[in-house]
């Protein structure tokens, strides 16, 4: 199965990254505002079903791939 | 005997000689220990994780480095009352390996910063500050991209109270939070900072404040009797 994780910043904590990106885009006259960077990991995991992967997925999450601390993350699993 | 030192070298180290150097030129028996090591040498007084950019930095920080080998073994030495001090890169794997509280984000500014920095010692009563005065100043250089510590407010204020908050800087290079330049664990026998003592030993290159803090540990070292290692 395809599993896309999404990593974000989580709310209110500073990212000096999303501040240059909508920096950067104002400069190109795009009105845009409250600009965040994250992550996208995207891979194929072995499970019997839809469930058991975005079991299997969150567990990665929690052990590697965001830090609590600051990130949130979203699981999507196809297939 | 002198006081045994592991340096641990991740792929990706690179201030791993350096801090071998350092150490043994303030007297210790210091050797380099390969990441893929199951155990630490016999003997092994304290743990020193270097500075570098273990695995790339890729994903985060240290993220990679927490689950190299020979973390377990460090991860037991320190439960036992190790002595465990992470440099830069060091201390950016010891709080993703959950050894020291909060993590390190990118620079506020996002550039790289490299240059000497004023810390000051806000305890002298720990095994990594024992020779300073508290409230003492030490140059030292910085250099990272990665160096603004944060932690949830609940948990700085806890922090704060119990006084894990071992350095601050000066003039707050990085937009750490409260200019958090180092920090101990709540035993008190793992500490993180992201200034390089290392590069601070000899007045020769500038400053040789780093040996206040090197040499303290190798003085806690000598003081206490080793931890065996062997016992998992």
């Given at each position: 199965m395809r599993?896309?994780?999404?990593?974000?910043?989580?709310?209110?904590?500073?990212?000096?990254?999303?501040?240059?990106?909508?920096?950067?885009?104002?400069?190109?006259?795009?009105?845009?505002?409250?600009?965040?960077?994250?992550?996208?990991?995207?891979?194929?995991?072995e499970a019997e079903s839809?469930?058991?992967?975005?079991?299997?997925?969150?567990?990665?999450?929690?052990q590697l791939l965001a830090n609590p601390l600051i990130e949130s993350y979203e699981v999507e699993v196809q297939g | 005997m002198k006081?045994?030192?592991?340096?641990?070298?991740?792929?990706?180290?690179?201030?791993?000689?350096?801090?071998?150097?350092?150490?043994k030129a303030l007297g210790a028996d210091a050797s380099l220990v390969w990441h893929a090591e199951p155990e630490l040498p016999d003997e092994t007084g304290?743990?020193?994780?270097?500075?570098?950019?273990?695995?790339g930095d890729y994903l985060r920080c240290g993220a990679i480095a927490r689950f190299a080998p020979i973390m377990d073994a460090v991860t037991r030495f320190a439960a036992e009352n190790g002595l465990v001090l992470g440099i830069c890169n060091g201390f950016q794997i010891l709080c993703e390996a959950g050894l020291l509280p909060g993590v390190l984000r990118p620079n506020a500014s996002l550039s790289f910063i490299c240059r000497d920095v004023a810390v000051r010692v806000e305890r002298s009563d720990t095994p990594f500050t024992s020779r300073c005065e508290?409230?003492?100043?030490?140059?030292?250089?910085?250099?990272?991209?990665?160096?603004?510590?944060?932690?949830?407010?609940?948990?700085?204020?806890?922090?704060?109270?119990?006084?894990?908050?071992?350095?601050?800087?000066e003039d707050n290079p990085n937009g750490a939070l409260d200019s958090v330049a180092g920090v101990g664990n709540e035993a008190g026998n793992v500490m993180g900072l992201m200034p390089h003592p290392e590069h601070a030993v000899d007045p020769l290159l500038g400053s040789?404040?780093?040996?206040?803090?090197?040499?303290?540990?190798?003085?806690?070292?000598?003081?206490?009797?080793?931890?065996?290692?062997?016992?998992a």
């Open positions: 599993a896309t994780v999404l990593v974000r910043p989580k709310e209110g904590i500073l990212d000096p990254q999303g501040q240059a990106v909508e920096q950067s885009l104002r400069k190109l006259g795009f009105a845009v505002g409250h600009a965040r960077v994250g992550r996208v990991v995207d891979f194929e995991v839809a469930e058991e992967a975005r079991e299997r997925v969150d567990e990665m999450c929690r | 006081p045994r030192v592991a340096v641990i070298q991740f792929p990706g180290s690179n201030d791993d000689r350096d801090a071998v150097w350092a150490l304290a743990v020193v994780l270097p500075g570098g950019f273990s695995y508290p409230g003492q100043k030490l140059v030292i250089p910085i250099k990272h991209h990665d160096g603004a510590w944060f932690a949830p407010p609940d948990l700085v204020e806890e922090l704060e109270a119990r006084g894990q908050i071992l350095l601050r800087y040789g404040d780093g040996a206040f803090l090197l040499a303290s540990l190798l003085d806690a070292v000598a003081e206490r009797p080793s931890v065996p290692v062997a016992l």
